[in-house]
């Protein structure tokens, strides 16, 4: 187990990085504004449960095997380059729903289910090899060998990376997810809205596409 000072520093360093702008805390951003912070709160979920894969992952051996396989590396990155280009197409080709100020604000377009939401986080967050490897540098920078298991420490460690990307990652949610409100009373303002979330995807994918290990 991790000392208290370890567990409280790696905690500050972890809430660091997840308000560092990257493709996860932008993509809870997007999918906020465009359809609500339930939508967001969502997708967090589903990026903090690939964060526990990633962790058992390190914890287990795997990450280092898999670094070491650019095959899979590759395979990662298109497959995960190929999801966001899907995203960036259904974006472009969203259109407006504008909400009466009576009625109850409801996610632009059509909206899914909040386990689709979850679902569509896991994979953006688990088809990024570059998460995985990051790991696997980042993690173990923090673990004592003389203070017993490393594997152990590892997810625990993990654990608080996950808890605070939930909330930092739940405040941009709920932030965009009120400004996304607003902008559904706009038809004018959902379809400029849903460009930017198209170019942003896409402009992600080709990122994604193009790393390297």
């Known amino acids: 187990m991790p000392t208290l000072e370890t567990l409280v520093a790696f905690f500050g360093v972890a809430v660091i990085l997840a308000l560092t702008p990257g493709p996860d805390n932008i993509f809870v951003l997007l999918q906020s504004a465009q359809r609500g912070w339930r939508a967001g709160l969502a997708v967090v979920v589903g990026l903090c449960s690939g964060i526990l894969v990633h962790t058992a992952a390190v914890a287990l051996g795997l990450a280092a095997v898999f670094a070491a396989s650019a095959v899979a590396f590759t395979v990662l990155k298109f497959c995960g380059a190929a999801y966001l280009a899907y995203l960036a197409w259904q974006a472009l080709r969203a259109r407006p729903e504008v909400v009466s100020e009576q009625a109850p604000a409801t996610p632009a377009g059509s909206a899914p289910s909040p386990w689709r939401m979850v679902g569509r986080g896991m994979v953006m967050n688990l088809t990024n090899p570059k998460v995985l490897v990051f790991f696997l540098a980042f993690l173990p920078q923090f673990a004592d060998p003389a203070l017993g298991s490393v594997a152990p420490q590892l997810m625990v460690l993990g654990i ?42 896409l402009g992600l994918a080709v990122r994604l596409a193009t790393v390297d290990r």
């Open 160 to 201: 608080v990376f996950m808890v605070a990307t939930l909330l930092m990652f739940g405040a941009i949610a709920c932030f965009s997810g009120v400004f996304g409100t607003l902008l559904q009373r706009s038809a004018r303002a959902q379809t400029v809205l849903n460009r930017i979330a198209g170019l942003v995807f």
